[in-house]
């Protein structure tokens, strides 16, 4: 799951290397790879360029620059290399979906299949040793994708200026940045997000404002995919709460058919509600957490759980 870490961040991050990486490359590899801070990897320790780009996490966009002579188009180059970043971001996205309805599916079958072994299995266990479960909680990831914290029309603002002939700190007014530019602060150690970073590495207006253009693009499906994503992601919230209401009255309902006289069948063990009550409510925060309704998924697993044990007859 180590690759569910990073979310968005780790992709704008890649971005920023994209961008120094393709601007140097389009004059020379060796340039390229000194940008990213790989040039010493392949002169000093003889490794090969495409080893050296993929421990920065930059193995796809290798294999664009492998067809790419010195002195390409190198617009051409920088838009290809951030379409894939945005392929990239939407192709975990989807990822993380389909590991999401995995762990709602895992969460109400051992739920099920818990409930189903300590009611008609005859099956014995206290409640405590469900308690164990939580040990894992840790391990299993947040699913969450992030937030785009910059309007994508700000790269285009950007832009303009540069193109109209305005300088890196003028064009920086648009990140709220010109005025502690220009007074007490030096271009160098300004803080700037990730897509514009690249400002601080090359002077050409007209690069950059090529950059900042392609840069926006890749920004704009970035916010597409995340609207996506969020959609997605309320509907899920919805469907785990449903399904964990009804894993809460699936269990009453399980201790009153073993209890009701049609059956003949009694309670064996005295500890059996509350061993259904803490196993349920286990599988429940494990398999909430990828979404971040954990909180919620408890809460609604015992109010279910209550309500149905007070109304549903013995």
Do not use: C
């Amino acid at each position: 799951m180590r690759m569910f870490r990073g979310g968005l961040r780790s992709y704008l991050a890649k971005a920023e290397l994209v961008q120094k990486l393709v601007l140097g490359w389009a004059s020379s590899p060796a340039l390229g790879l000194k940008m990213v801070s790989a040039y010493g990897e392949v002169a000093v320790d003889g490794e090969r360029a495409r080893r050296a780009l993929e421990k920065k996490g930059l193995s796809e966009v290798s294999k664009i620059l492998a067809s790419i002579p010195e002195g390409g188009d190198e617009e051409a180059s920088l838009g290809s290399s951030l379409t894939l970043i945005s392929q990239l971001l939407e192709a975990d996205a989807q990822s993380r979906e389909r590991w999401i309805y995995l762990a709602i599916t895992l969460g109400m079958a051992l739920s099920v299949g818990v409930s189903l072994a300590l009611t008609l299995g005859g099956v014995s266990l206290e409640f405590y040793h469900f308690l164990s479960l939580l040990l894992l909680y840790p391990v299993i990831p947040g699913l969450e994708l992030g937030q785009l914290e910059h309007d994508p029309f700000l790269a285009d603002a950007v832009a303009s200026t540069l193109e109209s002939g305005g300088g890196r700190v003028y064009a920086l007014r648009h990140l709220g940045l010109y005025e502690k530019l220009l007074l007490d602060q030096p271009l160098h150690e300004a803080e700037l997000p990730e897509w514009a970073r690249v400002l601080l590495e090359v002077s050409d207006r007209e690069r950059l404002a090529v950059v900042m253009r392609r840069t926006s693009n890749m920004l704009k499906e970035f916010r597409r995919i995340i609207s996506v994503w969020r959609a997605k992601m309320r509907s899920l919230k919805v469907m785990s709460l449903v399904i964990t209401s009804a894993l809460g009255i699936s269990n009453v309902l399980l201790l009153r058919i073993i209890n009701s006289p049609l059956l003949g069948m009694a309670i064996l063990n005295p500890d059996l509600p509350v061993s259904l009550l803490v196993s349920g409510l286990v599988s429940v925060i494990l398999s909430s957490k990828p979404v971040d309704v954990t909180l919620e998924a408890s809460a609604v697993y015992l109010l279910s759980f209550s309500l149905a044990y007070s109304l549903i007859p013995q």
